[in-house]
């Protein structure tokens, strides 16, 4: 159990100084996949390839758009004036700016980054937007940084699966909801194994890839929690996609574990979905 835990956190450490390094602008961990969890250099087009509306990223502040992500789950949220919403995982604040723009003034936002540089720069991007509705707090998913039952909704794009304990970061978001309140989530969930080099490759995990969780075992996890009435709102192919839209990178991590393309197409899904928390 202790190695576990310690190598749990060894991904973690990697994984926050990888992006560390991308709100800094001084690293890329790949090129994303349909816009991917990693940075890229042409954020804009990434973006309104994984469903952002160019008015939308037209209102952001500059710097809040690094590329990142596998979906545009705010979307989806239906969020109304007035409420609260915390957003898992905020980078730069991309979905929290837009969040705050649907919940206005009297609403309130509430990002959560365990990233110092990523937190440096959501909040220089807030300071430059004008939000005051907006802030943006140090935590890990595993233990939020928020009281009981006291948001409306939560969203997160592309990082649970960046948590090797998927299932307690969904407890904890039954933990911070109301009853009745509700989450979309943009994610990278797996149906079918993956190679053991793909598995073991750790650029692949910061990529979003190999850190990902079985489908049942995702949606168990969801369902454990306490959360139903779950909906797949958006479900295409992760692999697919890299290869299609960064075919240099896609085949640098198959040259570099000996796996050909037609052993993890199919298998890498990026889905968006909404569920509740029972009223």
């Known amino acids: 159990m202790a190695a576990n835990v310690a190598e749990s956190e060894k991904l973690i450490q990697v994984v926050r ?10 690293d890329s961990c790949c090129t994303p996949v349909l816009g991917g969890c990693c940075g ?3 954020q804009g087009a990434v973006a309104g390839e994984i469903g952002y509306r160019a008015d939308d990223l037209a209102a952001l502040p500059e710097g ?5 992500g596998c979906g545009a789950p705010v979307a989806s949220l239906e969020l109304k004036p007035g409420e609260t919403v915390v ?27 365990m990233t110092p540089e990523m937190l440096e720069k959501a909040r220089a991007n807030a300071a430059r937007s004008g939000l005051s509705q907006v802030e943006f707090r140090e935590g890990r998913l595993e233990a939020l940084p928020i009281g009981d039952a006291s948001v409306d909704a939560v969203t997160s794009n592309c990082v649970i699966n960046l948590v090797p304990d998927k299932g307690l970061v969904f407890r904890e978001v039954a933990r911070v909801l109301r009853p009745g309140g509700r989450l979309v989530i943009s994610d990278i969930v797996l149906d079918g194994e993956l190679p053991e080099a793909i598995r073991q490759d750790i650029y692949a995990y910061v990529g979003c890839v190999s850190g990902a969780q079985q489908r049942a ?18 479900d295409v192919d992760y692999a ?20 050909k393309m037609d052993q993890v ?14 009223a």
């Open 265 to 278: 197409v199919g298998k890498v899904r990026s889905v968006t979905f909404r569920a509740r928390k029972p």
């Open 64 to 68: 809040a758009n690094l590329g990142l």
């Open 87 to 113: 957003d898992l995982g905020s980078g730069a604040g991309i979905d929290a700016f837009l969040a705050a723009r649907q919940v206005g003034p009297t609403g309130r936002v509430i990002g959560v980054d």
């Open 40 to 42: 890229t250099t042409d």
């Open 240 to 259: 697919a996609g890299l290869a299609k839209a960064a075919p240099e990178e896609a085949q640098a991590l198959l040259d570099r574990s000996g796996v």
């Open 17 to 26: 100084e990888k992006y560390g390094q991308i709100a800094k602008g001084a």
């Open 217 to 234: 075992d995702y949606f168990a996890g969801v369902r454990a929690a306490g959360l139903g009435e779950i909906e797949i709102l958006k």
